[in-house]
């Protein structure tokens, strides 16, 4: 292979539009290599939004060399122009300039991975028809030596119409100098020269533009033709004449002759590739080492689906293991903080506003960013590894099986650790209705938020006895999980039989050779999701927080603090010491829970209470629920300012109180029927201000995120009563 070298090209003038030169698509295949070479390139001077109106992620970043500066936008991979995905079709509309908001690249860097040129060179050869200025990077070139794979670039250039074509190892940044020098001076570079793909078809598309006069591009018109009028080419086929469409349909009648126009586009171009491939690249015998060896035998459906159970086990258990000291470190520091800040700020609205609404707000999302970044370093390694691909295919049959594919799996197993990173997974489902599907299914997986609330119901009210080899208690919550499970698969049916009805997704993937994970790579996607998380979780949560703050803390009561004042005084009259200490906490304790009775909080508890008389539910039980709709593990603390136990209160200590809570007629509200309603009603209910926020966000549209709530909410709510109506009768 020829060796990746530096060149020198002396450096032009370029009109300066925002500071840089030239704006530069990075096109490529999914697991080319893209992304790590994008990152080598721009380090740390890229920047994270959305495309407008979408929730696709657009990656910007600067390249600068020398004395010139070139913005290059990471697009999402693609195999080739025919868009599959709202990812494929963001890609394809940067390329074409048919995004209003966004103007037409000026050049672009098309990533070829050397390993798999038969795959990559079907999308590159379409890049060339563009007759848009071009560099090629052909990425993984040592991998391709180790292989015996050796590519001639100079024929390679010349199959491709005169594209150069810079050989580089991301990697190790070999080669990068020469690619840095084409990619800034490329719009100094010639047009690529025309390459005869399809002859008759250019013909073909020629005379229809001339016939109707139509002011679309080449690609647009040789996209109706082989896909004709789809929901995918609605951006430029919506506003087409009635002439146009008959002259289009007849056209592709008489020139494709009955066959499928894809199968015929496919087998065309891939015979061009397949004729480049004889010219430009010699390939030795593969040897057959361990790494293939471990390759096929993953690959086995057996093996390959106990090998993925391992690793998600394994992941479970880094997320809720390794991620408890972190949590509770921050836990802990977002405590003392809101007690130091009572401390200086003394007792007032100010205080409480900073302390309890500012600093828990904000806890209460910083406290889960452990196990977001555990989850999504794993979930990263294993795509960057080309093992999820592997996952995703050995869940497909199981999938199909309630309308899914097995793209499906991996956003309902990030849900286990928290439902918006599931969701946001969802981007890569090619499917709209499939997508839709997996957002109303991730919410019924057990998120770490719904822990807390089992934990304590579960070890105040369940027998810690025997059932046969397995303990009650753990049963119980081995139970819920599966129940969260069962949940969501038969809602994707559900949605997918009715709502969502539609034919099942083809599903078919290129399954990538296993790589060594590119720290720099992992690093920068880390961050970026990180980043996002924090932006569309926290500001939700931190905005909610602060309001059920502010319905907790008003109208404040006139009575309460001369009665506290009163008993605080009798107390130091009687005792001394740490019995003192003890009292006038339990007396803070009794009127913090007076002031929160008769708060817009608890006036709203008691205001819905017979609502929830049927689940077996008092005001305190409601007010609860209320509260922790920004985020389900609020309902805890709420129950402890309820039943008036503090800060200072261990778990017990509340169990206690829960299990002496009783009826104005003596009966006890915490019963096993309504403690089993309860589990149910969290295990279904949809408490997540910032999984809405999310699904709003997926789905561009609060349609979906209100329908969520309330059919999880109905459902949950008929669990929780036959539950409870049930076991008391």
């Known amino acids: 292979m020829t060796k990746p070298s530096e060149i020198r090209v002396p450096a032009s003038s370029i009109a300066v539009r925002r500071g840089v030169e030239s704006r530069v698509a990075v096109v490529g295949s999914p697991n080319s290599g893209k992304s790590t070479l994008f990152n080598r390139l721009t380090g740390l001077k890229q920047r994270i939004g959305n495309y407008p109106g979408v929730t696709v992620e657009r990656h910007i970043g600067t ?16 195999h080739s122009l025919r868009p599959h995905s709202l990812e494929e079709q963001i890609t394809v509309d940067v390329i074409l300039g048919r995004l209003a908001v966004a103007a037409p690249p000026d050049g672009i860097l098309a990533v070829l991975d050397a390993t798999n040129l038969y795959q990559g060179l079907f ?99 040789v996209r109706l033709l082989i896909d004709g009028i789809t929901e995918r080419n609605q951006s430029f086929s919506a506003g087409l004449d009635n002439e146009f469409i008959a002259r289009l349909d007849a056209l592709r009648l008489e020139f494709f002759a009955g066959q499928p126009p894809v199968a015929v586009e496919a087998r065309i171009r891939y015979g061009w590739v397949r004729s480049v491939l004889k010219s430009v690249q010699q390939s030795a015998p593969k040897l057959y080492g ?76 910083i406290v889960f960013l452990p196990q977001i970044l555990i989850l999504f370093l794993f979930i990263i390694l294993l795509e960057d590894s080309g093992y999820l691909a592997r ?5 497909d049959r199981t999938m199909r099986s309630v309308g899914l594919s097995g793209q499906s799996i991996i956003p309902m197993i990030s849900s286990f650790a928290c439902a918006v990173p599931g969701i946001m997974a969802t981007r890569v489902i090619p499917s709209r209705r499939d997508r839709i599907a997996t957002i109303m299914a991730a919410p019924f997986m057990t998120c770490s938020a719904r822990l807390p609330v089992y934990a304590l119901l579960i070890a105040a009210f369940v027998p810690a006895q025997q059932v046969g080899f397995m303990n009650l208690q753990g049963l119980v919550l081995f139970g819920l999980y599966m129940f969260g499970i069962v ?34 790579t992992v690093f920068f996607q880390l961050l970026g999701r990180v980043k996002v998380f924090l932006y569309r979780a926290g500001t939700v949560i931190f905005s909610v927080a602060v309001i059920v703050w502010a319905l907790s803390y008003y109208p404040r009561s006139d009575l309460i603090a001369p009665e506290v004042e009163k008993q605080r005084q009798a107390a130091a009259f ?5 019995e003192l200490a003890v009292e006038y906490a339990r007396i803070d304790n009794v009127a913090a829970a007076a002031q929160l009775e008769q708060s817009w909080l608890g006036r709203a508890g008691k205001s819905v209470e017979p609502m929830f008389r049927p689940l077996g539910w008092d005001w305190r039980v409601s007010a609860a629920v209320i509260a922790g709709f920004p985020a389900r593990e609020v309902v805890i603390a709420v129950l402890g300012t309820v039943y008036a136990v503090g800060d200072q209160a261990d778990e017990g200590t509340l169990s206690t109180r829960l299990k002496a809570s009783t009826w104005p007629d003596g009966s006890k509200v915490f019963t096993l029927p309504m403690v089993l309603g309860l589990l149910i009603f969290y295990a279904c209910c949809l408490q ?34 036959l539950a409870f109506q049930l076991g008391s009768a």
């Not at 390249?63 to 693609?78: A, F, Q």
């Not at 969501?488 to 994970?517: D, H, Q, V, Y």
């Not at 009687?574 to 740490?578: D, N, P, R, T």
Request: hydrophobic residues 50%; charged residues 15%; negative net charge.
């Open 63 to 78: 390249l600068s060399w020398k004395d010139r500066k070139t913005e290059l936008i990471d697009l999402p991979g693609t």
């Open 123 to 221: 999308l590159v050869q379409q890049l060339v028809e563009l007759q848009k200025p071009m560099v090629v990077a052909l990425t993984m070139t040592d991998a391709a030596i180790r292989s015996g794979i050796d590519i001639d670039l100079h024929a390679l250039s010349e199959a491709l119409g005169g594209v150069r074509v810079c050989g580089v190892i991301a990697t190790t940044g070999a080669g990068l100098n020469e690619l840095r020098e084409a990619v800034t001076t490329i719009q100094d570079a010639p047009l690529p020269r025309k390459i005869n793909v399809w002859p008759e078809l250019e013909v073909a598309i020629s005379g229809l533009r001339s016939a109707t006069g139509i002011s679309l591009s080449e690609t647009e018109c």
């Open 290 to 365: 361990w790494q293939s060896r471990i390759t096929e035998f993953l690959n086995q459906p057996f093996a390959g689906t106990i090998g993925l159970f391992v690793v998600m086990a394994v992941v479970f258990q880094a997320v809720f293991a390794w991620a408890t000291p972190l949590m509770d470190f921050i836990d802990g520091a977002t405590a003392t903080l809101g007690a130091r800040v009572g401390d200086v700020l003394g007792d007032g609205a100010f205080s409480s506003l900073i302390g309890d609404g500012v600093i828990a707000g904000v806890g209460s999302v």
């Open 391 to 395: 996952a995703a295919y050995l869940m």
């Open 487 to 520: 949940m969501g698969i038969l809602t994707a049916l559900l949605m997918r039989k009715t709502a969502l009805r539609g034919p099942k997704p083809p599903f078919a993937l290129m399954l990538p050779e296993f790589r060594k994970p590119n720290l720099q």
């Open 574 to 578: 009687m005792l001394s010491g740490e």
């Open 688 to 721: 997540c201000a910032a999984t809405l926020a999310v699904i709003r966000r997926e789905t561009n549209t609060w349609r979906w995120p209100v329908f969520a709530w309330v059919y999880m909410t109905a459902i949950g709510y008929i669990g929780a009563m």
